[in-house]
């Protein structure tokens, strides 16, 4: 499967972002995704997984403020950004598996090109 991530730019600390993930090639309804980032100097970290509606999970630093949901009509998956904070800056990027999801970058087989998002003070 292929992975396009976009969505990604500049915004205001309170702002607001949706990025994007459109996935080609296989049937998308089997994969579980994952958005990861990776700010400057960092280490890839997770973010937010998704396999159906009711099977998400986010890390504790964006519990409350990032929503992630999917569309597999449109084999798109979405990562909704409110109340964005400076550490929130990275390069975002959207991961793909078989099965349940995880935590774990080493479990995901397909990866996007990552999309910048940039938070100003």
């Known amino acids: 499967v292929q992975l396009q991530a976009s969505g990604g730019g500049l915004v205001q600390a309170g702002g607001s972002l949706r990025l994007s993930c459109v996935a080609s090639?296989?049937?998308?309804?089997?994969?579980?995704v994952a958005w990861f980032r990776q700010g400057p100097g960092k280490e890839r970290e997770f973010v937010a997984s998704i396999k159906f509606s009711w099977s998400v999970n986010y890390a504790d630093s964006v519990k409350g403020r990032f929503t992630i949901s999917r569309d597999d009509a449109e084999n798109t998956v979405y990562l909704q950004m409110n109340s964005l904070k400076r550490e929130d800056t990275a390069v975002y990027y959207c991961?793909?598996?078989?099965?349940?999801?995880?935590?774990?970058?080493?479990?995901?087989?397909?990866w996007g090109h990552g999309t910048q998002v940039t938070v100003s003070s």
């Open positions: 090639g296989r049937t998308f309804s089997h994969y579980a």
């Open positions: 991961a793909g598996k078989l099965g349940s999801w995880s935590t774990i970058l080493a479990e995901y087989e397909y």
